[in-house]
C-alpha cells in the first residue's frame, strides 16, 4: 500500500506563493503518474496539475498553467506544487494522489490518495 503525505499548506495573502509536497512512502513502484487535485467547500474536486514519472510530460488545468508549476524530486518519491500569484479562490484541501495506469486529468482512475492540505488565500 502506497501512502502519499501532502505537507505545505497554510494561509497566505493574495499575490502570494506556496510550495506543496508531495512524499510517497510504502511499496512505491516506478511508472506512476503523481497529481494534484483541490476541493473547495461546496465544490467539486478539480484537476490541478499532474507529472509523469520521469518528469518529462506534464498536465495542467488551462485556468492554472503559468501561475503553478508542478515537478518531481531528483529521488522520484517526493513532488511538489510551486504556487504563484494565489488568489482567493485557490482557497482549497489540495490532495496528491498516484496512478499507475490511467488518465492524469481523471481522479476517478488514481489508485492511491493523501490526506489533503489545506490552503488559504486571504484578500
Known amino acids: 500500500q502506497v501512502q502519499l503525505v501532502e505537507s505545505g499548506g497554510g494561509l497566505v495573502q493574495a499575490g502570494g506563493s506556496l510550495r506543496l509536497s508531495c512524499a510517497a512512502f510504502?511499496?512505491?513502484?516506478?511508472?506512476?503518474?503523481t497529481g494534484w487535485f483541490r476541493q473547495a467547500p461546496g465544490k467539486e474536486r478539480e484537476f490541478v496539475a499532474a507529472?509523469?514519472?520521469?518528469?518529462?510530460?506534464?498536465y495542467y488545468t488551462d485556468s492554472m498553467k503559468g501561475r503553478f508549476t508542478i515537478s518531481r524530486g531528483s529521488a522520484k518519491n517526493t513532488v511538489y506544487l510551486q504556487m504563484n500569484s494565489l488568489k482567493p479562490e485557490d482557497t482549497a484541501v489540495y490532495y496528491c494522489?498516484?496512478?499507475?495506469?490511467?488518465?492524469?486529468?481523471?481522479?476517478?482512475?488514481?489508485?492511491?490518495w493523501g490526506q489533503g492540505t489545506q490552503v488559504t488565500v486571504s484578500s
Open positions: 510504502g511499496p512505491t513502484r516506478s511508472g506512476y503518474s
Open positions: 494522489a498516484a496512478v499507475v495506469h490511467g488518465n492524469p486529468r481523471n481522479g476517478y482512475e488514481y489508485d492511491y
Open positions: 507529472i509523469s514519472w520521469g518528469g518529462g510530460n506534464t
